[in-house]
């Protein structure tokens, strides 16, 4: 079985191409993803994964996602074999996504992107624009089941 999961910030905005033959959309992009473990001096390294997606997920990503958003992608590893024009025998490993999700907004991306701040974000899942102090409680007589 041939499946993977990863999160990651996108490192630059995807690119669009279509297969001339059928038309069907592609787009490409990189990931970077922090492993798992810290080195003896607090730092980690970092994979900077290319990745593949067809059809309308692609569409999805070229007009939704853009550099430094923070995204689940679903999918399998793929190593293309090929040679370079010096005859060499070549191996390119991506991912070929079925599924991505952006997992912030596209706001918060911009506010993260435009300071000079190198903390690391941490998506917020709180509602926005209510006022809890404008709620009043409901008297349980009140409700009608």
Do not use: H, W
Not at 39 to 58: C, H, N, Q, W, Y
Request: glycine share 6%; proline share 6%; aromatic share 8%.
């Amino acid at each position: 079985m041939n499946n993977v999961v990863l999160v990651g910030r996108l490192t630059r905005d995807p690119e669009m191409r279509y297969i001339p033959a059928t038309g069907t959309p592609v787009a490409t992009f990189a990931i970077a993803v922090n492993r798992d473990y810290t080195k003896k001096d607090g730092t980690r390294d970092t994979d900077f994964i290319p990745v593949e997606i067809m059809g309308k997920p692609a569409e999805f990503c070229a007009n939704y996602l853009s550099k430094g958003r923070l995204v689940a992608i679903q999918g399998s590893i793929r190593v293309d074999r090929y040679q370079d024009q010096s005859g060499n025998n070549k191996t390119y490993t991506k991912i070929s996504a079925r599924n991505v999700q952006a997992l912030e907004s596209k706001k918060s991306v911009s506010g993260v992107n435009s300071s000079n701040n190198t903390q690391n974000f941490e998506p917020t899942f709180e509602p926005s624009g209510l006022d809890p102090q404008g709620f009043q409680a409901i008297d349980d007589d009140d409700i009608p089941f």
